[in-house]
């Protein structure tokens, strides 16, 4: 038992760090004021009310960031995406990635897993 605290723990820790939003790089406060864009579709803090777009409150940034840049390449084909991300530089994908990262999320798990 004792060894599983002294292991978890610093896995634990360890984790967080590499989850949290400053390991994008953004800048939170600079990715919410470059967000007004995304707010018609995906809500102001990421939290779409239509289920036709994805919630972005609380997405890993790294997978944020992936997204965007896969929608400007083309390599994640939607237009709409493509034309919102074709004219973000890697600085704003980090700032709106940082911004949607920190936002509580309105997704949940199921409690009894």
């Given at each position: 038992m004792?060894r599983?605290?002294?292991?978890?723990?610093p896995l634990?820790?360890?984790?967080?760090?590499i989850?949290?939003?400053?390991?994008?790089?953004?800048?939170p406060?600079?990715?919410?004021?470059?967000?007004?864009l995304?707010?018609?579709?995906?809500?102001?803090?990421?939290n779409?009310?239509?289920?036709?777009f994805?919630?972005?409150?609380g997405?890993?940034?790294?997978?944020?960031?992936?997204?965007l840049?896969?929608?400007?390449s083309?390599?994640?084909?939607?237009?709409?995406?493509?034309?919102?991300?074709?004219g973000?530089?890697?600085?704003?994908?980090?700032?709106?990635a940082a911004?949607?990262?920190?936002?509580?999320?309105?997704l949940?798990?199921p409690?009894?897993?």
């Amino acid at each position: 038992m004792i060894r599983t605290i002294y292991f978890a723990l610093p896995l634990t820790l360890v984790l967080s760090v590499i989850t949290s939003p400053a390991l994008a790089g953004g800048d939170p406060n600079v990715g919410k004021e470059k967000s007004a864009l995304c707010a018609g579709c995906h809500g102001a803090d990421g939290n779409s009310a239509n289920p036709q777009f994805p919630i972005l409150a609380g997405q890993y940034p790294e997978y944020l960031i992936r997204a965007l840049a896969d929608y400007k390449s083309g390599a994640r084909n939607n237009p709409i995406m493509k034309g919102m991300a074709t004219g973000l530089s890697p600085s704003d994908m980090r700032d709106l990635a940082a911004y949607f990262s920190s936002q509580p999320s309105a997704l949940s798990s199921p409690t009894n897993w």
